[in-house]
């Protein structure tokens, strides 16, 4: 066992990162003794997803002016109180203020990586990087100074990123072969429709960051099939099974973890790859990393609350 202290790199986008995800994470992270470093596109600060932090605009009259304030839905679907305290925290962060850029990215600096998500427009650019994808290549390939993979964790989309980062030598996924979770189809589907039928009318795809084309199946370009089809088989993608006592509202999205209550929450880890699917699961998903940055952590596959 080792108490060295850790640096953690988090990429983001510029903008529209998903404030609980980054900011909780940053959060658990730091109040275990653990640095995080940033970098961005063109090492300025980022912004996050206003719609997802103020709940604002996720409704039918989000766009009348003076109703706009008024969120229902919004309170639903938008980030909780801690999480927006938290961001307002993490901006006054030194190493926040100060991200690298993209292409100034030495992943040998940084002991572990951790990819948050977010689903608006913005993040695509962080979800198509180049840069980023041969940084989380470095991640998976070259080994710390003892010779172990360095630890690698993402939640939500950050998933979709590790899926599209390609191993040059071997052409494949560096999640092909290991086990993972992400957003599942059956959670961005439900948001999906609460706000194209009922909330954001005037931007019906505000929460599919990719939609389907008129030949593609349903959900062809959601996160879960996307990384389902970078995996060596489609059950190393690794959802809540039937069956745990809190299995309905574990699946269901409604209920989210905090700092002392994982009961909602689904992480699986994979020897030193951590994933896990939404902003509901973070607090244990960010507890989780700490843990394996403190401790060794065996080859071994384990999911966390399996059973509820």
């Known amino acids: 066992m080792t108490n060295a202290p850790k640096t953690v790199l988090m990429p983001l986008p510029a903008h529209d990162c998903d404030p609980t995800e980054v900011a909780i994470s940053w959060k658990v992270l730091r109040q275990r003794g653990i640095d ?17 932090f103020s709940g604002q605009g996720l409704d039918p009259w989000g766009r009348v002016p003076g109703l706009r304030r008024l969120p229902l839905l919004g309170l639903l679907l938008r980030a909780r109180q801690d999480a927006r305290q938290a961001w307002r925290q993490m901006e006054q962060d030194a190493c926040f203020k100060h991200p690298v850029a993209y292409k100034a990215i030495q992943s040998a600096d940084y002991q572990a990586l951790l990819l948050p998500g977010g689903h608006a427009p913005g993040m695509r650019v962080y979800q198509e990087s180049t840069l980023l994808q041969q940084c989380v290549v470095d991640f998976f390939k070259k080994p710390n100074a003892q010779g172990q993979q360095r630890p690698v964790a993402a939640i939500c989309h950050g998933v979709l990123l590790a899926a599209r980062s390609i191993d040059p030598d071997t052409q494949r996924s560096v999640l092909y072969g290991r086990k993972t979770t992400a957003l599942t189809w059956g959670m961005e589907r439900s948001a999906w429709d609460l706000t194209r039928y009922y909330g954001r009318l005037w931007d019906r795809n505000y929460y599919r960051t990719y939609v389907e084309g008129p030949t593609d199946p349903a959900g062809y370009w959601s996160v879960e099939a996307e990384v389902r089809r970078s995996l060596q088989r489609n059950e190393d993608f690794i959802d809540v099974p039937a069956g745990g006592i809190h299995h309905w509202l574990q699946r269901s999205g409604l209920l989210r973890d905090r700092a002392n209550d994982d009961r909602f929450a689904w992480v699986v880890q994979d020897g030193r790859y951590l994933s896990a699917r939404w902003p509901g699961d973070v607090y244990t998903f960010a507890s989780r990393f700490a843990d394996m940055l403190s401790t060794e952590v065996s080859d071994g596959f384990e999911v966390q609350n399996q059973t509820g």
């Open 36 to 52: 995080v470093c940033f970098a961005t596109p063109e090492g300025r600060p980022a912004t996050t997803d206003p719609v997802m």
